[in-house]
């Protein structure tokens, strides 16, 4: 029989990890902070995607250039005010100018449809809609994508970074310096190694924005089909995988150095100036995405810098001026910079998890 003074085992790393993460989650579901947070990022993102699509129903007429050859095909399409040409080069000419905001062009040998739909950068949603099969769409010059369309999608994906990352990093320190203020971390700390506390507090907090961020990316795209945006949808089907692809890798970056953060502070009232740092890096890249979206050299800049990549490179996946490996790079290089900051994050939160009283310096937490 075992003795009852016989010492209790601490669960495995694994289990103790689990168990933080699984007590993280918990809290955040039964906050009505959280809640309200989410609901109203919902509500922004449906709002967008809906006032998106009665703008676009609302154009009375589309001015397009047809080549004469094809004419037959649009005959009975409504909304469209018809400039007829000879030819291709003439449509082209027309579209370049401005005079028309598209052409309909004979398509190439072998196409499934008869046409093919000519535009500067952004073909014209109603117009393509409005074909039983989507003809090939060629784009003269990408990089003039409209002006409201681009500004639009970089605040939408810097709304989404800003308001995520605001949500959850702020919580995870307050967290932390929750406990040590209580001095729960002591109880804690007595059951479970000191890693698995941050581990867990970084994965609990992780899976609950990974979620949300699914969430809002499948509303969106639910919410485009629903509206009949179909052309806006196939543009941004990508970028959007990709900005979940760098959010994930980012926020368990930016979920360590704010567990670290915590752990620096013994009262909450110090805990606004030592985030500082930390928030400056959520900041920067929202207003940088909303100045500078129609930087082509700013935005491949934020694109490799690991801050600001899950905003910059999905922005520039949107406009077409990233080659297909770029984002192969920036996100390699965001996961480098994650482990450094994971590495980084777990020192300072071991070294200082027990220092109460002022607060601890970045170097003294560094060196231990």
Same mark, same amino acid.
């Given at each position: 029989?075992? &003795?009852?003074?016989?010492?209790?085992?601490?669960?495995?790393?694994?289990?103790?990890?689990? !168990?933080?993460?699984?007590?993280?989650?918990?809290?955040?579901?039964?906050?009505?902070?959280?809640?309200?947070?989410?609901?109203?990022?919902?509500?922004?993102?449906?709002?967008?995607?809906?006032?998106?699509?009665?703008?676009?129903?609302?154009?009375?007429?589309?001015?397009?250039?047809?080549?004469?050859?094809?004419?037959?095909?649009?005959?009975?399409?409504?909304?469209?005010?018809?400039?007829?040409?000879?030819?291709?080069?003439? /449509?082209? +000419?027309?579209?370049?100018?401005?005079?028309?905001?598209?052409? $309909?062009?004979?398509?190439?040998?072998?196409?499934?449809?008869?046409?093919?739909?000519?535009?500067?950068?952004?073909?014209? &949603?109603?117009?393509?809609?409005?074909? &039983?099969?989507?003809?090939?769409?060629?784009?003269?010059?990408?990089?003039?994508?409209?002006?409201?369309?681009?500004?639009?999608?970089?605040?939408?994906?810097?709304?989404?970074?800003?308001?995520?990352?605001?949500?959850?990093? *702020?919580?995870?320190?307050?967290?932390?310096?929750?406990? +040590?203020?209580?001095?729960?971390?002591?109880?804690?700390?007595?059951?479970?190694?000191?890693?698995?506390?941050?581990?867990? +507090?970084?994965?609990?907090?992780?899976?609950?924005?990974?979620?949300?961020?699914?969430?809002?990316?499948?509303?969106?795209?639910?919410?485009?089909?629903?509206?009949?945006?179909?052309?806006?949808?196939?543009?941004?089907?990508?970028?959007?995988?990709?900005?979940?692809?760098?959010?994930?890798?980012?926020?368990?970056?930016?979920?360590?150095?704010?567990? /670290?953060?915590?752990?620096?502070?013994?009262?909450?009232?110090?805990?606004?100036?030592?985030?500082? *740092?930390?928030?400056?890096?959520?900041?920067?890249?929202?207003?940088?995405? $909303?100045?500078?979206?129609?930087?082509?050299?700013? !935005?491949?800049?934020?694109?490799?810098?690991?801050?600001?990549?899950?905003?910059?490179?999905?922005?520039?996946?949107?406009?077409?001026?990233?080659?297909?490996?770029?984002? !192969?790079?920036?996100?390699?290089?965001?996961?480098?910079?994650?482990?450094?900051?994971?590495?980084?994050?777990?020192? $300072?939160?071991?070294?200082?998890?027990? +220092?109460?009283?002022?607060?601890?310096?970045?170097?003294?937490?560094?060196?231990?």
């Amino acid at each position: 029989m075992e &003795s009852a003074t016989a010492p209790r085992q601490s669960p495995r790393f694994a289990r103790s990890v689990a !168990l933080v993460a699984e007590r993280e989650i918990m809290a955040r579901l039964r906050s009505k902070s959280f809640l309200i947070t989410t609901g109203i990022l919902f509500a922004f993102v449906l709002g967008g995607v809906i006032a998106g699509g009665i703008f676009s129903k609302s154009v009375a007429t589309v001015p397009v250039a047809v080549v004469d050859s094809v004419s037959s095909t649009i005959e009975n399409i409504n909304g469209l005010e018809v400039t007829t040409v000879d030819d291709r080069r003439e /449509a082209e +000419k027309l579209v370049i100018s401005g005079s028309v905001d598209a052409a $309909i062009v004979p398509a190439e040998e072998g196409s499934p449809v008869p046409v093919t739909i000519i535009a500067v950068a952004e073909a014209p &949603s109603s117009l393509v809609q409005v074909f &039983s099969i989507r003809p090939d769409v060629v784009m003269l010059d990408p990089s003039e994508a409209s002006g409201s369309l681009t500004y639009l999608i970089a605040i939408g994906f810097g709304m989404i970074f800003f308001v995520s990352g605001m949500t959850f990093g *702020p919580m995870i320190a307050q967290s932390v310096v929750e406990e +040590k203020q209580t001095r729960i971390v002591e109880i804690l700390m007595s059951a479970v190694p000191v890693s698995a506390l941050m581990a867990g +507090k970084v994965i609990g907090n992780s899976i609950l924005a990974f979620a949300q961020i699914i969430a809002i990316a499948g509303l969106a795209v639910a919410g485009l089909a629903v509206t009949g945006q179909t052309a806006l949808l196939s543009l941004l089907s990508s970028p959007l995988l990709w900005f979940v692809a760098f959010f994930i890798v980012g926020f368990v970056l930016l979920a360590a150095l704010f567990a /670290a953060v915590g752990a620096m502070v013994s009262r909450q009232e110090d805990l606004g100036s030592a985030m500082t *740092p930390v928030t400056m890096l959520i900041m920067l890249p929202y207003f940088a995405i $909303i100045f500078f979206n129609d930087n082509p050299v700013a !935005l491949t800049v934020m694109s490799y810098i690991p801050f600001s990549a899950p905003v910059g490179m999905p922005m520039r996946l949107f406009l077409g001026t990233a080659e297909w490996w770029e984002p !192969l790079i920036a996100l390699v290089i965001l996961l480098v910079t994650a482990g450094g900051a994971v590495l980084l994050g777990s020192r $300072i939160y071991n070294n200082s998890l027990l +220092k109460v009283g002022s607060r601890v310096s970045w170097s003294e937490a560094i060196k231990g």
